[in-house]
């Protein structure tokens, strides 16, 4: 089973800064595989990004994904309130999805 | 877009059969698409259960699988979950989803808390 570990747990940033969130897989995965998820607190998980760098519909061009090997990000270009979440990445293999623990991304 | 809703009863007592039923509005069951169940412990992270296609074809958590059974139901337009001898441990926001293809949980549930405690 492949784990993904985030980095970091927590991200304090301001408003119109920009945040990377890193996803570290324990094994080779397919970019077509990664996605991330962003949650707001009492709400569904809400799909961002799939195939590593694909937004889904209606997703804000400041945010973006990218691979390099086994190490994935997700970047917020330029923060906005709305922004403040726990994010997930996930992957798709052997016929199961596994989640990365999180980052939370805090207002500073 | 299609619309999930989760429905169930939200307290199990230990040992016992947890029940969840997810129906879809907005779109047939019947699509190729896979529909999965997502459990979140309170205050805690994502942890996938299961997926089920209209044909029956199913795949489990290698964790849970000893314990869930998924099955659907076209002529309701849903599908469920059945988790067998549960404990506190099991105590989460249960979620359905929807996966249209490309390995991605595109539409979500708003998700149902389910406790287990006597």
């Known amino acids: 089973e492949i784990l993904l570990t985030q980095s970091p747990g927590t991200l304090s940033l301001s408003p119109g800064e920009r945040a990377t969130l890193s996803c570290r897989a324990s094994q080779s995965v397919s970019s077509s595989y990664l996605a991330w998820y962003q949650q707001k607190p009492g709400q569904a998980p809400r799909l961002l990004i799939y195939?590593?760098?694909n937004r889904a519909t209606g997703i804000p061009d400041r945010f973006s994904g990218s691979a390099s090997g086994t190490d994935f990000s997700l970047t917020i270009s330029r923060l906005e309130a709305e922004d403040f979440a726990v994010y997930y990445c996930q992957q798709y293999g052997t016929s199961l999805y596994t989640f990365g623990q999180g980052t939370k991304l805090e207002i500073k | 877009q299609v619309q999930l809703q989760e429905s169930g009863p939200g307290l199990v007592e230990p040992s016992g059969t947890l029940s969840l039923t997810c129906s879809v509005s907005g779109g047939s069951i019947s699509v190729d698409n896979w529909w999965s169940w997502v459990r979140q412990p309170p205050g805690k992270g994502l942890e996938w259960i299961g997926e089920i296609h209209h044909s029956g074809r199913t795949n489990y958590s290698p964790s849970l699988k000893s314990r869930v059974t998924i099955s659907v139901d076209k002529s309701k337009n849903q599908f469920s979950l059945k988790l067998r001898s549960v404990t506190a441990a099991d105590t989460a926001i249960y979620y359905c989803?929807?996966?249209?293809?490309?390995?991605?949980?595109?539409?979500w549930g708003q998700g149902t808390l389910v406790t287990v405690s006597s």
């Open positions: 195939g590593a760098s």
């Open positions: 989803a929807d996966s249209t293809g490309g390995w991605k949980l595109d539409y």
